[in-house]
């Protein structure tokens, strides 16, 4: 029926060996931008991962439409191991957002400047193996809505002052760089350590054992996406000001929800000189508060008048009860989206997706061996 009900081995072996050349070729120095945009003029329908398959597969049972991507928040530091399980069991390509806010408290686990210098590179260290070494098609989203003033990796607080230190636009701008740099990785350590050192940073810094020698390229390709305006709207908190340079973006993506929806700031930030031509994604979207099927039309056809968005996800919130944004609380939001679903160029299933790959192995499953090599063995 999709993707992830293969009928046989022959198809997941030519979609692994498929994978195997792509992270080979990837594997090369200097590993070039993988896009993983799909062919025009198709669309990466996606929805957000409120972490169990069955969360999943009732939105998919709400649209009769089978996601092509699964949106996955984890805060800094975490294993994606279980994520993985859900990825392949719901057959989608995964987006794995990073953030730095305790998913519990809600307290800020490294600042912006901690992880430009480095603090936080075991962890990045563990994203460029994982991702290679299972041949995991991704896409990573680090830091999103840096000009949202209530997420800590924002430079800017709620009253529109600037928060120096540790949490400026500038150490935003250099965390992201180091982020991209070492998970998508792509040369020996030498020459990523030389790419750090381009932009005024230190060498990668692992404290988990000795340095790997070299930092495969996974097939990753890197989003950055910040509101359309700023949340305050004030100077030094627009999109602009965190903007990385294309060097370090594969994608440029933005949030929109129906309770702030500033069509003007929308279109000017797409329009945007500094990302222009790079793809472009919707990366959350979603009505929150009450019924607003027009707003789903008017989205959609936003995005169908522009063929540069190429990925167009909604947000599903997060656990029962008091959700504003489930959508089974919108009937004719819910009917509406339903509708516009069928769209054939939005896609329910992807190529080279998590659900064609094997699952991880048991920890009781695996043998004892030698000690890995360096670059092999974070965890």
């Not at 210098?117 to 680090?142: E, K």
């Not at 250099?174 to 005024?200: H, K, M, P, S, Y």
């Not at 509101?227 to 929109?256: A, H, I």
Request: hydrophobic residues 35%.
């Amino acid at each position: 029926m999709f993707l992830r009900r293969l009928s046989g081995r022959l198809r997941l072996g030519a979609a692994v060996a498929v994978v195997a050349l792509a992270v080979a070729a990837l594997g090369a120095a200097r590993a070039p931008a993988l896009t993983l945009v799909p062919p025009k003029p198709d669309v990466l329908f996606g929805v957000s991962d409120q972490g169990t398959t069955a969360d999943y597969e009732a939105f998919e049972q709400l649209l009769n439409k089978h996601p092509a991507l699964l949106e996955t928040f984890h805060p800094w530091g975490n294993s994606v191991n279980a994520a993985y399980e859900r990825w392949r069991e719901t057959g989608t390509r995964p987006i794995l957002h990073i953030s730095t806010a305790d998913d519990q408290t809600l307290a800020e686990l490294i600042t912006p400047e901690q992880i430009a210098l480095g603090q936080g590179d075991d962890y990045l260290l563990q994203l460029n193996h994982f991702f290679y070494t299972h041949g995991v098609l991704a896409y990573i989203r680090p830091l999103g809505e840096p000009n949202r003033c209530l997420n800590v990796w924002s430079a800017v607080n709620c009253d529109g002052s600037q928060k120096g230190g540790e949490h400026t636009a500038y150490w935003y701008k250099q965390a992201f760089r180091r982020i991209v740099a070492i998970v998508r990785g792509g040369g020996t350590l030498d020459e990523v350590n030389a790419t750090l050192a381009g932009i005024g940073l230190p060498p990668v810094n692992r404290t988990k054992g000795p340095p790997p020698s070299e930092l495969p390229g996974p097939p990753v390709s890197i989003i950055w996406s910040p509101l359309p305006g700023g949340s305050p709207r004030v100077k030094g908190n627009f999109p602009g000001n965190y903007w990385p340079g294309r060097r370090w973006v594969d994608w440029v993506g933005t949030d929109f929800y129906s309770q702030y929806p500033v069509w003007k700031d929308l279109n000017r930030f797409f329009q945007g000189k500094f990302w222009r031509g790079v793809p472009f994604s919707i990366s959350e979207w979603a009505v929150y508060g009450k019924d607003e099927p027009r707003f789903v039309k008017r989205l959609v056809a936003w995005t169908a008048k522009r063929p540069r968005v190429r990925m167009f996800v909604y947000y599903t919130g997060f656990g029962p009860g008091n959700n504003p944004y489930d959508p089974r609380l919108y009937p004719r939001t819910t009917n509406t989206l339903r509708l516009k679903a069928r769209r054939p160029n939005f896609l329910q299933s992807v190529e080279y997706n998590v659900g064609e790959l094997p699952p991880l192995p048991k920890k009781e499953d695996k043998q004892p061996g030698p000690t890995p090599p360096a670059e092999a063995s974070a965890r």
